[in-house]
């Protein structure tokens, strides 16, 4: 291959994005702490999950619990399953966080995430999100693939206080 100026920037053109899809879908976000703590709470150890919650994920564009209740403090297995005939996934973060990976989803669909607060689920796939909620509030969920969120596929987790 004879390498010119423009096959050499062409290299670094695409050595940049694909670094910067890395990045992305990496979930190093800006903010975060050492222990993985975000504004939602942090990955949690699967043996102090103090309980299961099953979520199943449809084709109707909706969760199944769609709103759960969990406490401060608790660390939560979410057995996540994707009853549907498409590909889904379940994102927990803020609704500012949802929002701006939507838009990166839009720009890349097939994005794959290897982040402990999300799972993507090819149709009849199973997996799990182990969580600890730090924090009392408002935790949102959502399937950020192009046109679920759109069509009212999210949910919302309640943090009540210890």
Not at 36 to 49: C, D, F, N, Q, Y
Request: proline letters at 4%; one cysteine or more; a positive charge.
């Amino acid at each position: 291959m004879k390498f010119t100026r423009t096959t050499i920037s062409q290299f670094f053109a695409m050595a940049a994005l694909a670094t910067s899809g890395a990045a992305f879908a990496s979930g190093t976000h800006a903010g975060g702490h050492g222990d993985g703590e975000t504004a939602i709470g942090k990955p949690g150890v699967a043996t102090k999950a103090s309980r299961s919650i099953t979520i199943e994920m449809s084709d109707n564009m909706r969760y199944t619990p769609s709103n759960i209740q969990v406490k401060q403090g608790e660390t939560v297995r979410f057995v996540v399953k994707n009853v549907g005939q498409v590909k889904h996934e379940l994102s927990l973060g803020t609704e500012k966080e949802l929002l701006e990976h939507l838009e990166q989803m839009k720009k890349f669909p097939d994005m794959e995430h290897d982040e402990p607060g999300k799972v993507t689920l090819a149709p009849g796939k199973q997996g799990e999100i182990v969580w600890q909620f730090t924090k009392a509030g408002a935790v949102n969920f959502a399937c950020l693939m192009p046109g679920h969120y759109e069509a009212g596929m999210k949910g919302a987790i309640k943090v009540g206080r210890k």
